[in-house]
């Protein structure tokens, strides 16, 4: 990040990246993003504390689901995640012994009843490969219209949303002012010009 940079020109910035993303959210298709940390935790905690929740029990509205992914524990249980989502929503039950299907439920009814309009998850490099294909997918298929931005450390966060074809199809980075420009893979425009049936 360039010296000089404030939160307050970041979080603008990072304002108009989600204005975007709004208007290319389909009805039928999440969208992804990741960002790099550092700044990306500073801007998006300034962001979910400029738009905290409202109201409460069954008319409370979650305009941004912010949470932290904690550190991976040596032997983290299938539904782990989900208890962890689902306490840092403010679910009073997230820690009740239950199926953990009811859990992957209850998360997903919140992010629908509340209005979330965005999910911003800091730490996300703290997750494993399956965790994000889980993620990707109760957000592909039952979420639908809350784009996901995941915040992590950069090489972290490349080699996780990287670990295989679908996700790098899926996440795309969103970079701040003063981040470096990704540098330009020669293979890649080789195989692209190839797909597209270009000379090479």
Request: proline content about 6%; cysteine-free; hydrophobic content about 40%.
């Amino acid at each position: 990040m360039e010296e000089g940079t404030t939160l307050g020109e970041l979080l603008a910035a990072f304002k108009k990246e989600l204005a975007m993303l709004l208007a290319i959210q389909g009805a039928e298709e999440t969208e992804f993003r990741w960002m790099a940390d550092p700044p990306g935790k500073s801007v998006v905690q300034a962001y979910a504390q400029e738009n905290p929740p409202q109201g409460t029990g069954r008319d409370r509205i979650v305009p941004v689901f912010y949470a932290v992914i904690p550190r991976r524990p040596a032997k983290r249980k299938p539904y782990d995640l989900v208890k962890t989502l689902l306490s840092q929503f403010g679910d009073l039950d997230a820690l009740k012994r239950e199926e953990g299907l009811k859990k992957v439920y209850r998360l997903e009814h919140l992010l629908k009843s509340s209005q979330v309009r965005f999910a911003l998850l800091a730490d996300f490099d703290n997750l494993i490969v399956d965790e994000v294909e889980w993620l990707v997918s109760i957000f592909k298929s039952q979420i639908k219209t809350v784009p996901l931005i995941a915040v992590g450390e950069p090489t972290a966060m490349e080699r996780l949303t990287h670990a295989n074809g679908s996700l790098a199809r899926r996440f795309h980075r969103l970079r701040l002012p003063g981040e470096p420009q990704e540098e330009e893979n020669p293979q890649a425009r080789v195989e692209l010009r190839r797909m597209l049936g270009l000379d090479t």
